[in-house]
């Protein structure tokens, strides 16, 4: 049996749930690919993860992976993988968001998750749209884009996903695109092993809700559009300002270690039994 085919039978919830609702052409498919041979090559057993995500697109990869999973809520699934993380740090928790789902009603819960540096991975696909609720602006959504909520172009800025992860203080931070997909395995990978809170934003494409209305063509158009403005942070080290307009940097944004949420918890609340006798 090919090796592909026996990831997919290895990991994938195939006699239940498929065929999936993304549609045809979606980059979730790469991410999900990805993402299970990122898995497969760490080593960690089905048992040992725990995939969590929450609604829109990106939420649905939960249902289709053969894992300990958590469907949750809109913008909580960071509050739901920090308390499976803190009852039972010994799994492996990677939870899934769109770019709407973690940076807009989920917004708080990323920077705080980052600054606490939650032994977590999140995973951020971000579309620049709320592709399954009909369209709407996100907060990645680039200025002057059409959207169902800004049919005359969106007159507000984005924010940058991976530079806010950075800056609010995530231990480990990548980014990469459904196009350069072995770099975007390396990424997964390099982001389930790292101790603390890792993030991985994936430049994808919503052709049918973003694509369409901004006359940017199919997913093959969108991800050759991916292949030309995405530029390695090593090379991007040697560029200008100016050369970097209108690009986006890929690779590993950043690596440092830091003391993790969970063990300090454990510490102090071992100290606390200490004090009081527990």
């Known amino acids: 049996m090919p090796e592909v085919t026996q990831l ?52 649905r990869m939960s249902v289709y992976v053969d894992f300990n999973t958590l469907h949750t809520t809109h913008g909580r699934a960071l509050t739901f993988a920090t308390g499976v993380k803190l009852a039972n740090p010994r799994l492996q928790v990677i939870v899934v968001m769109g770019d709407g789902d973690a940076t807009a009603i989920g917004g708080n819960h990323f920077i705080h998750a980052a600054r606490r540096n939650l032994n977590l991975t999140a995973i951020i696909i971000n579309n620049n749209v709320y592709g399954m609720t009909g369209g709407q602006h996100s907060p990645t959504t680039p200025y002057a884009a059409r959207t169902t909520t800004s049919l005359y172009g969106h007159i507000e800025h984005p924010f940058s996903i991976a530079e806010l992860a950075v800056t609010a203080g995530a231990a480990w931070v990548g980014r990469g695109t459904v196009y350069h997909a072995t770099l975007l395995d390396q990424l997964m990978e390099a982001a389930i092993h790292k101790r603390g809170f890792s993030v991985v934003e994936v430049i994808s494409h919503c052709h049918t809700q973003f694509g369409l209305k901004n006359k940017m063509g199919g997913p093959v158009e969108m991800m050759q559009a991916q292949k030309e403005m995405a530029v390695k942070v090593e090379k991007a080290r040697t560029m200008t300002a100016e050369e970097l307009k209108d690009k986006i940097t890929i690779g590993v944004l950043t690596d440092r270690d830091l003391p993790i949420y969970t063990q300090e918890y454990r510490r102090l609340r071992d100290a606390a039994k200490t004090v009081f006798k527990v």
């Open 8 to 59: 997919i039978y290895k990991y994938l919830r195939h006699e239940k749930k498929f065929p999936h609702v993304w549609c045809p052409g979606c980059g979730n498919g790469i991410v999900l690919g990805a993402l299970i041979r990122a898995i497969d090559r760490t080593g960690f057993t089905k048992d040992d993860i725990v995939m969590v995500s929450g609604i829109g697109c990106a939420g």
